[in-house]
Nanobody
Framework: QVQLVESGGGLVKPGGSLRLVCVAT????????VGWFRQAPGKEREGVAS????????YYADSVKGRFTISRDNAKNTVYLQMNSLETEDTGVYYC?????????????????????WGQGTEVTVSS
């Protein structure tokens, strides 16, 4: 069973950058689809970015396209989320998630209900 641990969150000013890191243990991450999700105070959890373990395709929420990049380092069993041009609306707790490889419709890659394994989250605050 995969276990996920996130790190890299913190306080950053608008326009700044952060790189979130998700390290997996217990199984090979390349055999899983992975995603990053976030939850702002008082809001539902939403999908931010995901990566298919089947074909390497990536998927992004419209709100982060062009600013965020998800990537994997299979040798390190690690997934990254590079976040640039951060906005106050990006504030929230960011979670890494993983699930076994299945045949998903592209839109489902950003649904939290598609993922069975979750990390504990790392907090990101964007504020001046």
């Amino acid at each position: 069973q995969v276990q996920l641990v996130e790190s890299g969150g913190g306080l950053v000013k608008p326009g700044g950058s952060l790189r979130l890191v998700c390290v997996a243990t217990g199984s090979t991450l390349r055999m899983h689809d992975v995603g990053w999700f976030r939850q702002a105070p008082g809001k539902e959890r939403e999908g931010v970015a995901s990566s298919s373990g089947t074909n390497g395709r990536t998927y992004y929420a419209d709100s982060v396209k062009g600013r965020f990049t998800i990537s994997r380092d299979n040798a390190k069993n690690t997934v990254y989320l590079q976040m640039n041009s951060l906005e106050t609306e990006d504030t929230g707790v960011y979670y890494c998630a993983a699930d076994q490889l299945v045949d998903r419709h592209p839109v489902r890659y950003l649904w939290s209900s598609e993922y069975a394994i979750w990390g504990q989250g790392t907090e990101v605050t964007v504020s001046s």
